[in-house]
């Protein structure tokens, strides 16, 4: 516990959450790279085992990671 400034009532130290800034730029940068990945091979030139296979439900995916991005953000102090 610490003092306050006045030095009376002590208030609770706060500890932030290491992981959540980590967490939130690699969720952030796997979903954008996931969707980057989807359009430039979209065209049928690679395919990609199972990843082609889910069509457009790769943008779901990439998106659901960008969301638990924003997820994170709300953890971060």
């Known amino acids: 516990m610490r003092k306050n400034k006045r030095g009376n009532a002590p208030e609770p130290a706060?500890?932030?959450?290491?992981?959540?800034?980590?967490?939130?730029?690699?969720?952030?940068?796997?979903?954008?790279?996931?969707?980057?990945?989807?359009?430039?091979?979209s065209n049928g030139a690679v395919h990609i085992p199972y990843y082609s296979d889910l069509g457009n439900w790769n943008l779901v995916i990439g998106m659901?990671?960008?969301?638990?991005?924003f997820g994170f953000a709300t953890k971060w102090e």
């Open 64 to 69: 659901g990671f960008i969301v638990a991005a």
């Open 14 to 41: 706060r500890i932030g959450n290491r992981w959540a800034g980590p967490a939130m730029m690699t969720s952030g940068i796997i979903g954008l790279l996931w969707i980057v990945v989807f359009y430039t091979t």
